[in-house]
């Protein structure tokens, strides 16, 4: 199994590596949030671009990336821009989505970026090669809001992730019921066990799937997301609790 180095973290070996992801609408807002972070133990901040009020002029949005990466130092950044399709705050035009992230990569200022698998087989490939070139890592992702798929079609959509050179292949889905979550959990253990040669993060999403953000050195999910400040999805816990749990687990495996 292939581990994803990003500066001093290494994704993929010994306890799911905390993210934390940062919301706010402008540099004030971001760098506020940045304050709590430092006051916390975490291991990688995702900018979720989408919330972020300038992210369309991409000399700004580039701008704000280093201000980030010059207050946050050697923390790993995983530059995001979730899509509204899939749970974000903003829609984006293909051609737009593409030119941003290598407006992102071109910076080498981002440790990974999230490119969403449903964007287009062309997109997807065009920023999964240019992020290589710049020796950016990329996790390839998939988010249902409304549903948990079936334990093949995970399987699947995992799979596919990795088919088409994802450094980290991770899937989000909300669950109806507590057997969703025993879906997601079991299709995580099938991936990480039989086909995955790389680390994966898979979560089920909601208060009923918290279980999932906590258990993943048992199945197989190597990152998970916390709340320091704002969460950005359903059933993100704290982070001072959510290192509590993980750490308790640890001991016992």
Excluded at 185 to 207: C, H, K, Q, V
Aim: net charge negative; glycine share 6%.
């Amino acid at each position: 199994m292939k581990t994803v180095t990003v500066r001093n973290t290494v994704i993929g070996e010994g306890l799911p590596k905390i993210c934390v992801p940062i919301v706010g609408k402008n540099k004030e807002e971001l760098l506020s949030e940045v304050a709590v972070l430092k006051q916390v133990d975490v291991d990688v901040v995702e900018w979720r671009m989408d919330w972020f009020e300038d992210i369309m002029n991409f000399t700004k949005a580039c701008e704000m990336l280093q201000i980030l990466r010059d207050a946050l130092g050697e923390m790993p950044i995983l530059a995001t821009f979730r899509t509204k399709q899939e749970g974000g705050e903003k829609a984006i035009a293909k051609a737009d989505y593409v030119a941003l992230y290598k407006a992102i990569v071109a910076t080498q200022q981002a440790d990974l970026i999230d490119v969403e698998l449903f964007t287009g087989e062309n997109e997807v490939k065009a920023i999964l090669e240019d992020a290589h070139a710049h020796h950016v890592a990329v996790v390839m992702s998939n988010h249902d809001f409304a549903k948990t798929p079936s334990y093949d079609e995970i399987l699947t959509r995992l799979k596919a992730m990795q088919s088409l050179g994802a450094d980290i292949p991770k899937i989000a889905v909300m669950p109806q019921n507590k057997a969703d979550v025993l879906t997601l959990l079991s299709a995580t253990n099938t991936m990480y066990e039989e086909f995955a040669d790389r680390p994966i993060i898979t979560m089920s999403m909601a208060g009923t799937g918290a279980i999932s953000r906590v258990c993943g050195e048992v199945f197989g999910s190597a990152l998970t997301f916390g709340a320091a400040k704002k969460a950005s999805a359903p059933g993100q816990v704290a982070v001072a609790d959510l290192k509590t749990m993980l750490e308790l687990l640890h001991k016992s495996l």
